[in-house]
């Protein structure tokens, strides 16, 4: 079976750097320092099976991004799981109703976060079947 493909978008090195090792047997981990640098490239998401997308962001936050990947058709099947120190209700219930599969509140639990990332990559195709199912729907 294929690797899965995570991108971790989040500020904070130490923070980048234990979710890879959580992940390193398991998944192919890229991180993205800012929400700006990730989207500057679209063509580049589409092989992302997840995104772990912190709220808190200089320059555009997680949830202007998780906007913005939800609004293009390329991205929009991608799941993103929030990951966040503002675990206020509002904040959580808007990244949801933008199309957030769930957050996660930090500090994490890394066997929750591991859980949660299983859980999430298993419901969902990869994105290369994803990909071969709008091509056959258009196709028809």
Do not use: W
């Amino acid at each position: 079976m294929a690797t899965k493909h995570i991108a971790l978008i989040d500020d904070s090195s130490p923070f980048c750097l234990l979710v890879k090792q959580i992940f390193e047997d398991q998944y192919e981990v890229d991180i993205y320092s800012s929400a700006v640098d990730f989207l500057s490239v679209i063509s580049r998401i589409t092989h992302y099976d997840l995104i772990l997308l912190d709220i808190n962001l200089p320059n555009m936050d997680g949830l202007e991004a998780l906007t913005k990947l939800k609004s293009l058709s390329k991205t929009r099947s991608i799941p993103v799981l929030l990951l966040t120190g503002d675990a206020r209700k509002d904040t959580v219930v808007r990244g949801i109703k933008l199309g957030a599969k769930g957050y996660i509140a930090k500090p994490i639990d890394p066997l929750l976060l591991e859980e949660r990332v299983t859980e999430l990559l298993e419901e969902a195709p990869s994105q290369a079947q994803a990909s071969t199912a709008s091509y056959k729907e258009s196709s028809e």
